[in-house]
């Protein structure tokens, strides 16, 4: 009678090393799908970080930012990265009450009214509201136009 020890193991090739299963294949497959997914997911996460949140328009073009707690600045858009946007030449709208009573608006310059003189001013994308480019005819640009003329 043959003891069952002496009989060769189907699980293991002639040099004793274990043959691959469909086990072993189907877990590298696995292995290899979850490690793809990742790389994909890590491209995804860079991409989105790299890339701008979005794209108002052209550089160099005036336009009105609405932030969160409901203030608007008008500048010339000078970078949008992937988190923030930067103006140049920022403007924003001052109300005023004349010595007559009347009410009335007029446009300040940051950088000549500011005590500090910003060169540019960059806001975080998480709190622009909106952001639209000022038409070169609106009564805003001439205003802006104006008090360049003045300087």
């Known amino acids: 009678m043959t003891d069952h020890r002496d009989l060769p193991n189907p699980a293991f090739t002639p040099a ?3 043959a691959p299963g469909w086990r072993s294949s189907t ?3 696995v292995a290899a799908v979850a490690a793809a997914a990742l790389v994909v997911l890590a491209l995804f996460f860079w991409r989105q970080q790299s890339d701008p949140a979005f794209a108002p328009g052209a ?3 005036r336009y ?3 932030l969160q707690n409901g203030q608007m ?3 010339l858009l000078r970078e949008v990265g992937p988190r923030h946007l930067q103006l140049d030449d920022v403007y924003y709208v001052q109300t005023f009450t004349a010595p007559d009573g009347r009410q009335g608006n007029r446009v300040v ?3 000549k009214n500011d005590w500090h003189g910003p060169q540019s001013m960059t806001i975080p994308l998480d709190k622009v509201m909106t952001i639209e480019q000022v038409g070169g005819a609106s009564q805003l640009a001439k205003l802006i136009e104006q008090d360049k003329a003045a300087r």
């Open 16 to 18: 004793g090393i274990p």
């Open 64 to 66: 009105g930012v609405q």
């Open 59 to 61: 550089l160099g073009v």
């Open 73 to 75: 600045f008008y500048g």
């Open 27 to 29: 877990a590298l497959l």
């Open 109 to 111: 310059s940051r950088q």
